[in-house]
């Protein structure tokens, strides 16, 4: 009786793998925030200013007939605080994929084993975990400031989400943007261009009823304004949830869609090392 040796090379399953790819790279990432905690607070330094400083100014605000809101103007403007920040925070990581190339770092993990979609998701996973962290701070500096939050923990848990959500879809863009141009300057650009105007024309600082009828227009098609009004009625008395989760799905799909093209901006980026 003969024996038969199959010679043919075993495949290793490539779930565990990626996910152990994404846990160890993601791990790196986390390692170098924690060493360097400060870059962490000095991101909400900004926020906070801003919080504060418009919580003080327009304060009055909230009195003017029609506002109808029922709270502090500071806790009104807690979610656009935390939208502003989760934009801005994520915008700049474009920086961070421009220094690993031009330090090579990048090009030494293609040429790795490592999966290449777990590279990019332990950036996202690492951005997520930031605007978790910076979004918690601005809460409880509201907390501490007066801001009272009636829908609870759960409001909050919601806030964090749409924040990540938004994160991650700027997050994703200043990646392809970083890939395409390796241009500090133009991710820059992107920033300021985006940034304030995208904050003006949303209800981060004022209610929508008092923007003009093309503001309000916009403001209703910008993803920053879908993320201030997610938190802001999740974190009130009366959550109209179904408005909330319509919201809420349109940023998961502009999230999603980001991630689309900056993996397939790397895919491209890997193929031309």
């Known amino acids: 009786m003969t024996a038969t040796i199959d010679t043919r090379p075993s495949v290793a399953d490539p779930g565990p793998a990626f996910l152990s790819d994404t846990w160890w790279l993601t791990g790196r990432k986390l390692m170098a925030l924690v060493r360097q905690p400060y870059v962490l607070a000095f991101s909400v330094v900004q926020p906070a200013i801003w919080l504060f400083l418009f919580g003080e100014l327009f304060h009055k605000i909230i009195d003017i007939p029609g ?17 502003m920040n989760a934009m801005s925070g994520n915008m700049w990581s474009g920086m961070a994929m421009i220094e690993e190339i031009d330090a090579g770092t990048l090009n030494r993990f293609l ?51 749409a924040s990540i959500l938004v994160g991650v879809f700027w997050g994703g863009l200043s990646n392809m943007t970083g890939m395409l141009l390796r241009s500090r300057e133009a991710i820059i650009g992107v920033y300021t261009f985006f940034m304030l105007p995208l904050m003006f024309l949303s209800s981060a600082f004022i209610q929508p009823a008092f923007m003009p009828g093309w503001m ?58």
Request: hydrophobic share 55%.
């Open 216 to 273: 309000q227009a916009i403001a209703s098609r910008n993803p920053l304004n879908w993320e201030v009004q997610i938190g802001r009625d999740a974190l009130a008395a009366s959550t109209d949830w179904a408005a909330v989760a319509v919201r809420m799905g349109g940023l998961l799909a502009l999230a999603l869609v980001a991630i689309a093209i900056s993996v397939t901006t790397f895919r491209s980026y890997a193929k031309n090392v």
């Open 111 to 161: 040429v790795t084993p490592a999966s290449r979609l777990a590279i990019m998701n332990a950036a996202v996973v690492e951005q997520a975990v930031s605007t978790t962290v910076q979004t918690l701070i601005i809460v409880a500096l509201g907390y501490a400031g007066g801001a009272r939050y009636p829908g609870g923990a759960a409001g909050i848990v919601v806030l964090v989400l």
């Open 67 to 83: 506002f109808a809101y029922h709270g502090s103007y500071l806790a009104y403007l807690i979610p656009g605080i935390v939208a």
